[in-house]
């Protein structure tokens, strides 16, 4: 159930950036701001770093996250970039710019398609989950979602789940409607 499966992998993710946060021993300036604000933080490669020790990912593409088998190829790659979407989001900026994690029960986390801020591949403040791995549908706003880290009112940035660059394909579920509540 993808209900299930977006929980477990909130759950995973949020864990991994906690524990990363408590390896550095301070919460990083590394988030990603409200819409249009973009990403911000010099301090996004040490969380990056910190958070794939406590990821513990089974297999790690850095660009190429398509062509070496990390992401499956989505059913609307056409849509991406366009209708509002994010320059980040096209398909050659995931695949180029992109960091993707395997998990150990085949979900797949893959950072924002761009080499900023600090020139790390990927963000690691805005994210995307395939909360079923490369089982079907693999469709964005049925089993693939977009995550950002949001410091809007708290010291330690937070996940919190956040479409704004992707552009949901027919039938897709309602973040806060059908699966967060």
């Known amino acids: 159930m993808i209900q299930t499966g977006f929980k477990k992998a909130y759950s995973a993710i949020s864990q991994a950036y906690n524990l990363a946060f408590y390896d550095l021993g301070f919460p990083t300036n590394c988030h990603y701001g409200s819409f249009g604000e ?27 996250i398509f062509t ?12 991406l970039g366009l209708t509002g979407a994010c320059s980040g989001m096209y398909r050659s900026s995931l695949e180029n710019n992109s960091t993707s994690y395997v998990l150990p029960d085949g979900i797949i986390l893959f950072l924002y398609g761009s080499n900023i801020p600090a020139n790390i591949m990927g963000s690691p403040a805005n994210f995307y989950v395939d909360v079923n791995g490369k089982k079907r549908p693999n469709k964005w706003g049925h089993d693939v979602f977009g995550f950002r880290l949001s410091n809007s009112n708290t010291e330690i940035p937070k996940i919190v789940p956040d479409n704004n660059c992707i552009v949901t394909e027919e039938g897709a579920y309602d973040l806060k409607k059908d699966i967060i509540n």
Do not use: M, N, W
């Open 68 to 79: 070496d088998g990390c992401v499956p190829e989505y059913t609307d790659q056409q849509s």
């Open 38 to 64: 973009g990403h911000q933080g010099s301090e996004c490669p040490l969380l990056k770093e910190a958070f794939e020790k406590r990821l513990r990912p089974i297999k790690i593409c850095r660009g190429h």
